[in-house]
């Protein structure tokens, strides 16, 4: 598909969804789950759709870990091992992802998110303060950096709140703390992805730049209130998206299934 077979009134409403994925992504992650359906829907094949939501999300984790940085929430030097692996992991991610159909993540993910979304709302207390840590930087870095980005290399949505999680409890971090964290190894994953996305020729550039602005714009937005309101807005957002990720997910593969389960008691 060529950029050229686009209209402007797509790259609009392309525009407008990646500043809403921007925002929610940097707070909660899960943003993939908005402009990877909003790709689809315009006709772009699965491969290039994943390429180009990897270029765009380059923007997200961009700004906010920019703006994590400079606040001081993140110490990256310390994470440089995490970040290392987590680009390695997407690295081999992204290169499998062109060779295979990564519908196997797709079946198994609904299950990972749900789980994230029940731990957030069934544990009150998690992430309101730093605890002590349970892994090390090597052994952090090759479970969850690696472990996760090869993911996000793959299929890529919800990364975000996997990486949070894995700061809340391996590494102890409170809820603000892990989520700013998250966003610096979710920039390293999208840009060790996006090589090699770009290396296969599948990346739209141009509908993938217009996506780029507008998940900057929301990432800037999402990171300020992340840092001012913490744990109150991250817990409930975490649990939000959490579940409206899996019903989306369930949806989308077992559609057919819901509807005449629905149709037959109703």
């Known amino acids: 598909m060529e950029w050229s077979s686009l209209s402007l009134e797509i790259y609009g409403f392309l525009f407008l969804v990646a500043i809403v994925a921007g925002f929610i992504d940097s707070i909660a992650g899960g943003g993939g789950l908005l402009t990877i359906p909003a790709l689809l829907s315009v006709g772009v094949s699965p491969v290039q759709t994943l ?8 923007g997200s984790s961009f700004s906010a870990s920019l703006y994590f940085i400079r606040r001081k929430a993140v110490d990256w030097r ?6 290392f692996m987590t680009m390695i992991g997407a690295m081999l991610g992204a290169l499998l992802v ?13 299950i ?3 789980l994230i979304g029940l731990y957030f709302l069934l544990v009150p207390n998690i992430g309101a303060e730093d605890r002590q840590h349970r892994l090390g930087p090597v ?3 090759c479970l969850a950096g690696c472990g996760i980005g090869f993911y996000d290399g793959v299929f890529g949505p919800g990364a975000g709140s996997f990486f949070a999680l894995c700061y809340v409890m391996l590494c102890g971090y409170n809820l603000a703390k892990a989520t700013a964290h998250a966003k610096v190894l979710n920039f390293a994953s999208n840009i060790g992805a ?3 996305f770009i290396i296969g020729g599948q990346v739209l550039w ?3 730049c217009v996506m780029l602005i507008g998940q900057m714009i929301g990432a800037r937005l999402g990171a300020g209130l992340v840092l001012s309101k913490g744990q109150k807005l991250i817990r409930p957002m975490l649990v939000t998206i959490s579940f409206l990720m ?5 949806y989308d593969h077992h559609g057919d299934t819901i509807r005449s389960w629905l149709a037959f008691y109703f």
């Open 51 to 58: 390429a180009t939501s990897k270029l765009q999300a380059v």
């Open 78 to 83: 310390s994470q440089r091992f995490a970040i």
């Open 98 to 110: 062109q060779f295979m159909s990564p519908d196997f993540l797709r079946y198994l993910l609904p």
């Open 112 to 114: 990972f998110v749900i």
């Open 139 to 141: 052994a952090f870095g």
């Open 194 to 196: 996006l090589g090699f």
């Open 206 to 208: 141009l509908v993938g």
């Open 246 to 250: 899996s019903i989306k997910l369930l």
